[in-house]
């Protein structure tokens, strides 16, 4: 059975259909490099290797994010090849960046990968380490573009202070940026003045209004723990919390919707969650128990709490600030040992000073001064 035409065609799929001829023309011939994993597909379900290489494109060598060419991995991942002998690099764990011998040989350097609409997730800092390493060997690189999960006007939070970047945070964003890995990339190379040529497949059909479900593209799973579109439009909001020595879901069938572990007050985290002025939309939270597979407590009966909402948290990020803020009132004995991560994730030293303190409101009022400004920072690389 044919699968039906999605209203938004990925830059893979418009590129191998032939739609953006000159883009296409230019890398025929070329020698590629190819950035991907298991998201790299068309809409046929034609891995992006087998789909450009039969576009006649001279795909040479791959290169696998965090999780591996399929995804599907946690922590540090080896080099291998492919039956074909063609070579597959890790860009996660001890080389962050393609090195000049993997590039040796290549005019370009194209990427398919699916961002999650959120500063810490890792694809976002690999496309910025590969444009880094192709920048002074004048390869190209080239961006097969796939929509925002959270849409196109996504803006929330603090965005993040210089001395606070890191690899879950590689450039000046705020938690959730609204932005397409294309617009990413554009935006990057013109913060570090990059000399480096960027190309970019668009996506046909989607406009920033749209969400994921209005697309009509089938989710595919970018990372072990974002296995449907629920748990990805959540992350940006308890992944917040990863900094502490707390279960997230991570091993449950709800990740990024449920906060505890063996010795967590739920009673208590309710009652300063309901507290904090919580003005958040249609968002519910109850007691639970539960038992992650795996991470964090694995097979350890945890309390906690599960949130709940109508379809998709409206602000997922305000929703996280809110909870880390009942967090530290319920549980003022928690260990904090570990503020250095809790810095790279808020991304702001004052926000963080702040819930610290207990003054929501002032983190709040930050977190929105910042995302205002990206607004307005973020137009001159719209392409949607």
């Avoid at 790299?40 to 965090?66: D, I, K, Y």
């Avoid at 450039?171 to 040529?197: C, F, I, N, Q």
């Avoid at 991470?295 to 880390?324: D, H, I, W, Y």
Wanted: charged fraction near 20%.
């Amino acid at each position: 059975m044919p699968i039906p035409s999605p209203i938004c065609l990925p830059g893979l799929d418009a590129l191998i259909a032939g739609h953006q001829s000159d883009l296409r023309q230019s890398f025929q011939g070329k020698k590629i490099g190819l950035l991907t994993n298991q998201i790299g597909q068309t809409q046929t379900r034609q891995p992006a290797l087998h789909a450009l290489r039969s576009s006649q494109f001279n795909v040479l060598a791959l290169f696998a994010p965090e999780h591996g060419p399929q995804g599907l991995l946690e922590g540090e991942i080896d080099h291998s090849k492919l039956e074909d002998d063609t070579p597959v690099y890790s860009l996660y764990g001890k080389t962050r960046r393609p090195t000049p011998q993997m590039l040796h040989g290549l005019d370009a350097v194209v990427c398919d990968l699916q961002d999650v609409g959120a500063r810490f997730y890792t694809n976002i800092s690999t496309v910025y380490e590969t444009m880094e390493a192709c920048a002074p060997l004048g390869i190209a690189v080239v961006i097969l573009d796939r929509p925002n999960p959270l849409g196109g006007l996504a803006v929330e939070g603090p965005t993040i202070d210089f001395h606070l970047m890191s690899f879950i945070g590689a450039a000046p964003l705020p938690v959730t940026h609204g932005l397409t890995l294309g617009e990413l990339a554009l935006r990057y190379r013109s913060w570090k003045k990059l000399d480096v040529e960027v190309k970019i497949a668009r996506i046909e059909g989607w406009t920033r209004a749209m969400l994921w479900n209005q697309t009509d593209l089938k989710w595919r799973q970018p990372s072990p723990n974002l296995p449907d579109i629920q748990s990805a439009a959540w992350y940006p909001g308890l992944a917040l919390l990863e900094f502490c020595n707390l279960s997230v879901g991570r091993g449950t069938k709800a990740p990024f919707q449920i906060l505890g572990s063996p010795n967590f007050r739920a009673k208590a985290f309710l009652d300063a969650f309901d507290a904090s002025d919580n003005a958040l939309e249609n968002i519910a939270a109850r007691a639970i128990e539960f038992t992650p597979t795996r991470a964090t407590f694995a097979g350890q009966t945890c309390a906690g709490v599960r949130f709940s909402c109508k379809n998709f948290p409206a602000r997922p990020v305000e929703f996280g600030l809110r909870a880390m803020h009942a967090l530290l009132v319920s549980h003022p004995d928690f260990p904090r040992d570990n503020w250095d991560l809790a810095g790279k994730l808020v991304g702001s030293q004052s926000v963080l000073q702040a819930l610290w303190n207990g003054d929501l409101s002032w983190a709040l009022e930050k977190a929105n001064a910042d995302a205002a400004e990206f607004r307005r920072q973020r137009a001159e690389f719209l392409i949607y």
